[in-house]
């Protein structure tokens, strides 16, 4: 059965899968990085588990996947394909396209961003299903987007399209790991939510999801905590809706696992900031964390299409 090999490669853990000519996934696993080993260990993990996959596919499926699409963290050189950095795995300019085609017989490798290629997955599979004009937005320990059209994911002139989280909505916020302060990131993240929550509760195990649950139950000091991170959101949000002009707007990440505890005051807040800005249908992602796997199922499918059409 043709399939090809699909990764999605996270900060702590892997999630991978064989994925079939309809977009069907055959096969599901995951890893640990090995992270705390350092960056060479990851990338033989990556490696390793890849080649895992790929016998698998033999055993099972009688033939070995015809191609293979990587999503990773961090900044990354599509093109030439390499992870070029990326903080938490610590590595730096990583031939991941190379290592991989070399390790599983020269099959073609796609290698992506890990949001634009949930992204990717978020639009032709789930919430943004024919929408021509969305971004996408997951919420989670950073922020990051997706900027959907027709289809594709635009990636920008070097690779760094979509990195809304570092749009400055606070000139006097916290310091952001970017350099600059105020970033929305430092303010509307899971993280940043975490962190303040910590604060305001008094418990240093609290976290988001702890935050939303007591903002549900009418708790005031977290109330307060969601109204400032969700005016920071919505700030950045503006800003981006006034530059892309989008049909749709995607949220995902942990953030949105709150439901409606999230997305009523989010809406509420982006209409109020709203001036001449047409203003697009604010909608959960569809895929929770099968967007990145799904995406990079895509990418492998998309590059063998590119390849034939060549």
Same mark, same amino acid.
């Given at each position: 059965?043709r399939h090809?090999?699909?990764?999605d490669?996270?900060?702590?853990?892997?999630?991978?899968?064989?994925?079939?000519?309809?977009?069907?996934l055959?096969?599901?696993?995951?890893?640990a990085?090995?992270r705390?080993r350092?960056?060479?260990t990851?990338?033989?993990?990556?490696?390793g588990?890849a080649?895992? !996959?790929?016998a698998?596919?033999i055993?099972h499926?009688?033939e070995s996947a015809?191609a293979?699409g990587?999503?990773?963290?961090?900044?990354?050189?599509a093109?030439?394909?390499?992870a070029?950095?990326? /903080?938490?795995l610590?590595?730096?300019d990583v031939?991941?396209?190379e290592?991989?085609?070399?390790?599983?017989?020269?099959?073609?490798?796609?290698?992506g961003h890990?949001?634009?290629t949930?992204? !990717?997955a978020?639009?032709?599979?789930?919430?943004?299903r024919?929408a021509?004009?969305f971004?996408f937005?997951?919420?989670?320990?950073?922020?990051?987007g997706?900027?959907?059209i027709?289809?594709?994911?635009e990636?920008?002139?070097h690779?760094? /399209?979509?990195?809304?989280?570092?749009?400055?909505?606070r000139?006097?916020?916290?310091?952001?790991?970017c350099?600059?302060t105020?970033c929305m990131e430092?303010l509307?993240?899971?993280a940043?939510?975490?962190?303040?929550?910590?604060?305001?509760?008094?418990?240093p195990?609290?976290?988001?999801?702890?935050?939303a649950?007591?903002?549900?139950?009418?708790d005031?000091?977290a109330?307060?905590?969601?109204?400032?991170a969700v005016d920071? !959101?919505?700030?950045?949000?503006?800003?981006?809706?006034?530059?892309?002009?989008?049909?749709?707007?995607?949220i995902?990440?942990?953030?949105?696992?709150a439901?409606?505890?999230?997305?009523t005051p989010?809406?509420v807040?982006v209409?109020?900031?709203?001036?001449?800005?047409k203003?697009?249908?604010i909608?959960p992602?569809a895929?929770?964390?099968t /967007?990145?796997?799904?995406?990079a199922g895509l990418?492998?499918w998309d590059? !063998?299409?590119t390849?034939?059409?060549?």
């Amino acid at each position: 059965m043709r399939h090809v090999i699909a990764l999605d490669v996270g900060g702590t853990g892997m999630k991978a899968a064989l994925v079939g000519t309809d977009g069907a996934l055959l096969y599901e696993a995951r890893r640990a990085t090995g992270r705390e080993r350092g960056p060479d260990t990851t990338v033989e993990t990556i490696l390793g588990f890849a080649a895992d !996959l790929r016998a698998y596919g033999i055993e099972h499926f009688g033939e070995s996947a015809v191609a293979a699409g990587v999503a990773v963290p961090g900044i990354v050189d599509a093109a030439r394909g390499i992870a070029v950095y990326s /903080a938490n795995l610590g590595w730096r300019d990583v031939p991941l396209r190379e290592l991989l085609g070399t390790r599983l017989g020269g099959v073609p490798v796609a290698l992506g961003h890990d949001v634009r290629t949930g992204g !990717l997955a978020e639009g032709r599979l789930g919430a943004g299903r024919g929408a021509d004009r969305f971004l996408f937005v997951p919420l989670g320990t950073g922020i990051a987007g997706a900027i959907g059209i027709e289809g594709t994911i635009e990636a920008g002139a070097h690779g760094y /399209a979509g990195e809304i989280g570092h749009v400055v909505v606070r000139p006097d916020g916290p310091v952001c790991s970017c350099g600059q302060t105020g970033c929305m990131e430092t303010l509307a993240s899971a993280a940043a939510v975490t962190r303040a929550w910590a604060a305001a509760s008094g418990d240093p195990a609290a976290d988001a999801a702890d935050c939303a649950k007591a903002v549900a139950s009418g708790d005031p000091r977290a109330e307060a905590v969601w109204a400032d991170a969700v005016d920071a !959101l919505a700030a950045g949000l503006v800003t981006a809706l006034t530059l892309l002009d989008p049909r749709m707007l995607i949220i995902g990440g942990g953030l949105a696992e709150a439901g409606e505890t999230l997305f009523t005051p989010l809406r509420v807040a982006v209409k109020e900031r709203a001036t001449f800005q047409k203003l697009p249908e604010i909608v959960p992602a569809a895929l929770g964390d099968t /967007a990145g796997c799904l995406g990079a199922g895509l990418l492998a499918w998309d590059l !063998l299409s590119t390849e034939v059409s060549a």
